[in-house]
């Protein structure tokens, strides 16, 4: 799976300077894409996390701006088919919205490169069922293979 661009987001609220910024799905669907940059006000000071696929490891990677690792969504790629496999996050990063950040950047992911999703991550699972949003790119049923 070829690199992919960063999606940079704030996990604190609504972006007081309105949509985000940066155009994704400006490239090639197996290229690079230009990051997607969301901001908002947050109590304890302005936080960015840039979200990255590094497909060496088979998983998604979120920064935060000194470059420090805040969280990863691991996966595994079978053609058109993803499967995402655990989130984890840094204890020091914990309430500050990076387990919705990284589960909001692999979807789009996803969906820009027109594949079918598999959530075998709880965590994720229960964020997709808060964002019916993305329900057309989830695979719902599986077959039992004997």
Known sequence: MPPTASRRATPCGPD????A??????APADGPRPPVRRRSACLDGRVEFTVTDAPDRERFE????????????????????????????????????????LA??????????????????PFLA??????????DIVARSTRRIR
């Open 126 to 135: 229960d964020w997709l069922g808060r964002h019916p949003e993305y329900a």
């Open 16 to 19: 007081p300077a309105g949509p």
């Open 104 to 121: 909001r950047a692999v979807m789009d992911d996803a969906r820009s490169r027109g594949r079918t999703v598999v959530p075998i991550c």
């Open 62 to 101: 979120a920064r935060d701006e000194t470059g420090a690792l805040a969280g990863v969504v691991t996966y595994q790629l079978t053609g058109a088919i993803i499967a995402y496999t655990h989130t984890e996050v840094d204890p020091a990063f914990e309430g500050r919205g990076v387990g919705s950040t």
């Open 21 to 26: 910024t940066g155009r994704p799905g400006a």
